[in-house]
């Protein structure tokens, strides 16, 4: 089989060999791997390796979906033939992540453990979920980081309710996923972005509102838009010193799910409205295997269809992770055939 190896971080990226099939051990599943999707988690742990202690040669990427193509030993939860999703934190099954104060949890795939990139895994079946019924393996393999995200900050712990708002930065995976979640849940979404072309398309999939984050200040954009009320929530996707603005664009009360990193991995903001808004702001650490199995449950019920930017065969990995460095509208996905 074919599998994507990286020898050492850094921007000399991952190379394409030839190795063995895995074998399943006992309480494993084999799974052909149909489609990954690509996180900007991903070129971080490449190219800098985010202080995890890689084992080389490391192979990149947690989102898959694929097919059980064998079992082994003991194995209950799947059968061969079943479409299967991986879980980005395996292990956690429910509740809180498997860490501590001193360490906290970081133990996902394409990190701490194996990842996917390759045309088949042989991984534990506790690591794997049933994949929707409605979407193709590409569009269902966008769920287990970037969906399951955006919906346990808006479904798990928010929950949104009908007549509030939700801001959204940017147009990558999270956000639009977090855009479609809030909307089928009856809220007014706001999304910001650098391009017209983006807003649009926004728009098209029912952001309420768009702002041109370089035409005009997106905090008083808000409070222009929400009559000084400020947003109910905000998926923060941008990180670093951008916290603050969020602080000061949350509504009184509101919530701040903390998910990006994208100006930096230290966050900071205003004490003064931190005090007198009383917002809760939380930290976004995808969610548990049991909210990933409401969440393809909800997905089947609403019909609800990831954006996918562009598509990639598996031998062109470089390519799809060029693409995902400059930016996408949505998810970039790239296929096993």
Known sequence: ??????????????????VAIPEP???????????????????????????????????????????????????????VGEKVLSTFSPGRLDGPALG??????????????????????????DWFVKAPATLDAGEASTLPCAGLTAWTAL?????????????????????LFGLQLARAQGADVIVTSGSDEKLERAKALGATHGIHREREDWVEAVYRITADRGVDHILELAGGT??????????????ISVIGVFEGFTVTGPSGPLLLKEPTIRGINVGTRRALESLVRAVDATGLKPVIDARYPLEALPAALEHLRKGAFGKIVVESH
């Open 1 to 18: 089989m074919k599998r994507w190896e990286l020898d050492a971080v850094g921007r000399g990226g991952p190379q394409l060999r030839t």
């Open 25 to 79: 051990g006992p309480g494993e599943v084999l799974v052909k791997v149909a489609a990954v999707s690509l996180n900007y988690r991903d070129l971080l742990v490449m190219e800098s390796g985010m202080g995890l202690s890689l084992a080389f040669p490391f192979t990149p990427g947690s989102d898959l979906a694929g097919v059980v193509a064998a079992v082994g030993a003991g194995v209950t939860r799947f059968a």
């Open 100 to 125: 501590t104060a001193r360490v906290p949890p970081y133990k996902t795939l394409g990190g701490a453990y194996p990842g996917v990139l390759a045309e088949y895994v042989a991984f534990p079946e």
């Open 155 to 175: 479904v798990e712990y928010g929950p949104v309710r009908p007549g509030q708002s939700v801001l959204v930065q940017g147009t990558g995976g999270v956000a």
């Open 242 to 255: 951008n916290l603050g603005r969020s602080i000061e664009a949350v509504a009184l009360h509101g919530t």
